[in-house]
């Protein structure tokens, strides 16, 4: 089993619609929490922390269910600009010194007009 | 531009032979990770130096892969006899502690 899974998608959805993606790990000692963007042969960009609390970036919205190992990404009023591959990160460091972080396979995301 | 910088952009080289990256983390960072990833799959973590120790090392880093740090600022990763499957990109990253990785745009590496 992955330490962090994600369905790869792609999602196909036109612009406006919204979409949320799920990801599950299994390192139930994991520190931190984390969204990265990639798009096609780039790098990866962090996009947002996900807290325990949910917490919200404008159009984004991070959940993170520590119980079920679980972690979402809410995007609202989809543009085309969103159109990436999102990578669910885990940091599975034991300490605060060294983050450890641990990617999913990414959810891939195409935006239509 | 005070982002992570990575050179070469891309290598090529045949197979068999050595080669060498370079990053320049952000310059306030005193920690720094290397990540390799390949189609379709997210970045691994390969290494990670705090200064100029290298703390921590992924059972992937074969003895063909070393990394340095020597002056804690830009670090080098070699591989020595490079073979097909070191074809990837490889990926660096900078952060300061409690505070989230930020990524260069990495060294894409063909191996012919």
């Known amino acids: 089993r992955k330490e962090v899974e994600q369905d790869p998608g792609p999602f196909n959805v036109p612009e406006g619609a919204t979409v949320a993606f799920n990801c599950t790990y299994s390192?139930?000692?994991?520190?931190?929490f984390f969204w990265y963007r990639q798009d096609c042969r780039k790098e990866p960009k962090l996009l947002m922390s996900?807290?325990?609390s949910g917490n919200e970036d404008g159009r984004f919205t991070a959940q993170l269910n520590r119980a079920s190992q679980y972690i979402s990404l809410l995007i609202r009023d989809s543009k085309l600009s969103d159109s990436a591959t999102y990578l669910c990160?885990?940091?599975?460091?034991?300490?605060?010194?060294?983050?450890?972080?641990?990617f999913g396979t990414g959810t891939r995301l195409l935006v239509s007009p | 531009d005070t982002g992570v910088s990575q050179n070469p952009r891309h290598k090529i080289t045949k197979r068999g032979q050595n080669v060498t990256f370079r990053c320049d983390p952000i310059?306030?960072?005193?920690?720094l990770y290397w990540y390799r990833q390949t189609l379709g799959q997210g970045p691994e973590f390969l290494t990670y130096?705090?200064?100029?120790?290298?703390?921590?090392k992924s059972r992937l880093l074969s003895d063909r892969f070393s990394a340095e740090r020597p002056k804690g600022s830009f670090s080098t990763l070699e591989i020595q006899r490079t073979e097909q499957g070191d074809s990837a990109m490889y990926l660096c990253?900078?952060?300061?502690?409690?505070?989230?990785?930020?990524f260069g745009d990495g060294t894409r590496l063909s191996i012919l």
């Open positions: 996900v807290y325990s």
């Open positions: 990160v885990v940091n599975t460091g034991r300490n605060t010194g060294f983050q450890k972080l641990v």
């Open positions: 390192n139930s000692a994991s520190q931190s």
């Open positions: 130096f705090q200064n100029e120790a290298q703390l921590e």
């Open positions: 990253a900078s952060s300061q502690q409690g505070q989230p990785q930020h």
């Open positions: 310059s306030e960072h005193n920690r």
